[in-house]
């Protein structure tokens, strides 16, 4: 099944469904965005972004509500970048309920995890990596889910057929790897149709969650190679990259635990086929809430996670191997549901700091307003000059892993209006 | 969560022996309440939120809540309720499972819709206001019988309906409350007006409950509730609508898969 495929239905859908937009069973949002950055790329010279978005959401159910079909169709557009502007099927599934258990078929989006500064554990999506850096806008997956649930924990299986590219910004596009990615190869013969597999059992015990789960199948996250062309008999690297998917093995776990305004989390991974031998990764730290701060109503959250990787300096897509996550989140609870998150990554040992803001607040009941702003800083800019680039790409500095996001610091508005 | 909102939800159960007669009188009130308003398994009502900010602001919110009943006489289980938000819109479709015990802090799990995701909360802060409202979540949950101790203090009018007046007095320390004061009509044991006392022993909030009737010929619930912020002249109004009794709700509606579900 592949992305022309799923932008199709999306279509289609997105055209057939405005109609029905009167059924009480029917969402939808439209966005408007504009990202500026500061400075020029590295690649483009453009330094604002307008884009647009809508996306829709229909939903009915019979058999008493036994049996209900969803369908989420969203799509995007991006004035100067034309991998931004796509259209996604992100949901569009039967779910069929008996006694103590569920089957959910379709595509389908399905979250796993407890952290907040790295999604490690979850991996049954691809990333929408053009929509959002944190791994949060997922791509529909095709899937049949069985999940059991007992009085010793719910169980689920997942069959998961068709993989999906992760998406990055094109040629024009910001923020992404140094040259646009072009391009897909797969450690297994059957590529993209290869068919992948995935179990999670979760539970919890008075204020103790915790999940394991096991991934086989084609990685979600790529190693990005300079393409190869030959010029002249002679293989030459090129001004573009390639995705390259091995086929690997994931054991997670994940772990919260609840003490008074404390929560304590955990996510550990352990992968193997992913280039090097087997290795582990872990996310772990705490949230700490205070309630009405100060004499206000507010509730003011202090998040602190590390992030470490079994594999140190040799993680070449993981800027994640040693870094430390502190944020502050802010909660006013007012009419108009304002909150807001300013965080920072620390890498300690090369100095390099990624800076984090999310902010929003409603405008009435319909329209609401968001504000992001990343600030990359820390690092060196890479070389311009491709020869350099290259060489740099081909043997990268363990300690500029954020080089080539210097330039792309930005502040993102979002207004969205809901129906 | 015996029955839903600002109703007392009780257990006829066993608490620590009254140590006087005020008080014991007290308690056998607030057990006669908690028994009138059990015995309903399970119920559904759609609920209209207007908050006011005192200055001309104005925002409101709509949810729908399914409850479902303890076991009866367990000394431990109280009720399951699962509330699903239809707006504001961009929080609709977020739901909020509760399981309610009646001497531990109960267990929260909420589901994120944009994310998919499933996060157990933290109930400890129980003082919080719910969803921007001047109710805390204490004012809708943590109602079992056991989370207070009682008084009974007088008799009086109310709007011409026969009252008692009780205090109760919130079992532990995470409360943001140190005492309520209660009025109870003599004839049906419904809560028509609650007094809430801060930490600093000053008057807070009061709720008035309103525009009750009788469901199914046993079950009296509340059309409109007020709550009114004294420090800050904020105020919310609660309008319940659509009650439905004897839906036939297991646990399975309950459980953790069902968030998910909820539309």
């Known amino acids: 099944m592949g992305a022309r495929w799923f932008k199709l239905v999306a279509w289609i859908l997105a055209a057939s469904m405005t109609p029905l937009a009167t059924a009480t069973n029917f969402k939808a949002e439209v966005g408007f965005e504009v990202r500026a950055f500061p400075d020029q790329g590295a690649r483009t010279d453009e330094q604002l972004f307008p884009a647009a978005w809508t996306e829709l959401e229909w939903f009915t159910s019979w058999n008493g509500g036994d049996d209900a079909l969803t369908l989420v169709s969203g799509f995007w557009w991006d004035a100067e970048d034309d991998e931004r502007t796509h259209a996604d099927l992100r949901e569009l599934s039967w779910l069929h309920l008996g006694e103590g258990w569920e089957l959910r078929s379709g595509v389908r989006r399905v979250f796993w995890g407890v952290a907040e500064s790295q999604h490690l554990v979850d991996i049954i999506n691809q990333s929408d990596l053009v929509l959002a850096l944190d791994g949060e806008e997922k791509l529909g997956q095709p899937m049949v889910n069985l999940s059991v649930e007992r009085p010793y924990g719910i169980f689920d299986f997942f069959l998961l057929s068709g993989f999906r590219e992760r998406t990055f910004p094109g040629v024009d596009g910001r923020v992404g790897p140094p040259f646009p990615v072009d391009g897909a190869e797969y450690e297994s013969d059957r590529e993209e149709g290869h068919l992948s597999w995935a179990l999670r059992w979760t539970h919890y015990i008075g204020d103790w969650n915790f999940a394991v789960s096991h991934f086989s199948g084609t990685s979600r996250e790529p190693q990005l190679r300079p393409a190869i062309a030959l010029v002249g008999g002679v293989p030459t690297p090129t001004e573009s990259l390639v995705a390259h998917y091995p086929t690997i093995d994931q054991t997670g776990l994940e772990a919260q635990y609840l003490a008074g305004g404390w929560v304590w989390k955990l996510e550990a991974i352990s992968r193997s086929g992913f280039f090097t031998p087997r290795y582990a990764a872990a996310v772990f730290g705490f949230e700490f809430t205070q309630g009405g701060v100060l004499g206000t109503r507010s509730d003011l959250g202090w998040v602190v996670e590390y992030n470490w990787d079994e594999r140190g300096d040799s993680a070449q897509n993981q800027v994640f191997e040693q870094d430390v996550f502190v944020a502050a989140r802010w909660v006013a609870n007012d009419l108009r549901g304002t909150e807001g998150l300013l965080g920072v990554y620390l890498d300690p040992e090369t100095r390099e700091r990624v800076w984090w803001l999310e902010a929003s607040r409603r405008l009435n009941s319909d329209w609401k307003l968001v504000v992001e702003g990343r600030a990359f800083a820390g690092g060196h800019p890479l070389p311009t000059d491709f020869a350099r680039l290259v060489a740099a790409l081909s043997a990268p500095d363990v300690d500029n892993k954020t080089g080539y996001l210097q330039q792309d610091d930005f502040v993102r508005f979002q207004l969205i209006r809901y129906f | ?263």
Request: glycine share 8%.
């Open chain 2, 1 to 263: 969560m015996r029955r839903f909102g600002i109703i007392l939800g009780l257990m006829v159960g066993m608490a620590a022996a009254p140590t006087s007669a005020d008080e014991a009188r007290g308690y056998e009130i607030a057990a006669e309440a908690d028994r009138r308003a059990g015995g309903f398994e399970d119920s559904a009502a759609t609920l209209r939120m207007v908050l006011r900010d005192g200055r001309g602001g104005e925002s409101e919110r709509a949810l729908r809540i399914r409850i479902l009943e303890g076991p009866d006489g367990d000394i431990d289980l109280g009720n399951k309720s699962l509330i699903v938000f239809d707006s504001p819109a961009d929080q609709r479709g977020t739901a909020l499972l509760t399981y309610g015990y009646k001497s531990e802090p109960d267990d929260q799990w909420l589901y994120l819709p944009a994310l998919k995701r499933v996060k157990r909360i933290a109930a400890s802060n129980k003082s919080g206001p719910f969803v921007g409202s001047e109710f805390a979540y204490e004012d809708f949950a943590g109602q079992e019988l056991e989370k207070f101790t009682y008084r009974y203090l007088r008799d009086e009018q109310l709007d011409g309906i026969d009252c008692f007046v009780i205090e109760r007095i919130p079992v532990g320390s995470d409360s943001g409350y140190t005492r309520q004061v209660v009025w109870l009509d003599k004839e049906e044991y419904r809560i028509w007006k609650i007094e809430y006392y801060d930490r600093k022993e000053s008057l807070l909030k009061t709720l008035r409950v309103s525009d009750y009737r009788l469901y199914d010929e046993k079950h009296w619930r509340p059309g409109a509730s007020l709550m009114v912020n004294h420090q800050t002249a904020k105020s919310t109004l609660l309008n319940y609508t659509d009650y439905r009794f004897g839906n036939g709700f297991t646990d399975a509606d309950f459980s953790r898969n069902s968030l998910k579900r909820m539309r």
